[in-house]
């Protein structure tokens, strides 16, 4: 069936490294993907988002890369800072043409822990 | 602009007991979608209303049901609640015709 995987489930980087956080998709006709990021105790906040006719898009010290061919995401985050911990969790987003609307199916999480 | 609220923030169930959660869309929204997000993993699809009809669902049980209502708001039942209901449950609303999720910061329901 659909899913949306994630290879790590830890990711531990220093503060001021880039950290690269990535995401293994299996629908190829998903027509949008988001990365979100989520602290503790509260709901998945938008970072970065990408259409499927793209293969990059920059955002304010974060980057996406699609890799359409293997059905990679990744998410870069640049000089990464300590208010950077979270969980990181991609989502392929299908629209559905009957309604209009949007289907989401998440990946399981990655945490990022920032070390001082 | 007011963003997604959902009631209450923390919850202990029973076995056996029912349970509803609300949720009030971010002003606007139209369309209202419901998470399940078990520790330590993703949010899974519960379901999502539009025009207060049901407009999709994923692979839980008819125990789980919902409804929004003319303003948007929205309630998720669970009848029957059972230990691994226990979850951070979310609601987030969009426009139909925009994929943009505004997430709510969810609902602790334990179920002892």
């Known amino acids: 069936g659909e899913s949306v995987g994630l290879h790590l489930p830890t990711l531990s980087v220093q503060e001021g490294d880039n950290s690269i956080i990535n995401c293994a998709y299996s629908n190829s006709a998903s027509d949008y993907f988001i990365w979100y990021k989520q602290e503790s105790g509260k709901g998945p906040q938008f970072i970065i988002d990408?259409?499927?006719?793209?293969d990059k898009r920059q955002g304010q010290r974060v980057t996406v890369l699609l890799n359409k061919t293997v059905k990679h995401l990744s998410l870069q985050i640049a000089a990464t800072q300590p208010g950077d911990s979270a969980v990181y969790f991609c989502?392929?987003?299908?629209?559905?043409?009957?309604?209009?609307?949007?289907?989401?199916?998440f990946g399981t999480g990655t945490r990022l822990k920032v070390l001082a | 602009e007011t963003g997604v609220t959902q009631s209450p923030t923390h919850l202990i169930k029973t076995r056996g007991q029912q349970v509803t959660l609300r949720c009030s869309s971010q002003s606007g929204h139209n369309t209202v979608s419901w998470y399940q997000q078990a520790l330590g993993q993703g949010p899974q699809f519960i379901f999502q209303?539009?025009?207060?009809?049901?407009?999709g669902r994923g692979n839980f049980p008819p125990r789980f049901s919902g409804l929004q209502f003319p303003n948007y708001s929205s309630e998720l039942n669970v009848n029957a609640l059972e230990l691994d209901d226990s979850a951070l449950y979310l609601c987030?609303?969009?426009?139909?015709?925009?994929?943009?999720?505004?997430f709510g910061s969810g609902t602790r329901l334990t179920v002892v």
């Open positions: 987030a609303s969009s426009l139909a015709d925009n994929y943009g999720y505004t």
């Open positions: 990408i259409r499927s006719n793209m």
């Open positions: 989502a392929e987003i299908t629209h559905r043409q009957t309604s209009g609307t949007y289907k989401y199916i």
């Open positions: 209303y539009y025009r207060e009809e049901e407009n």
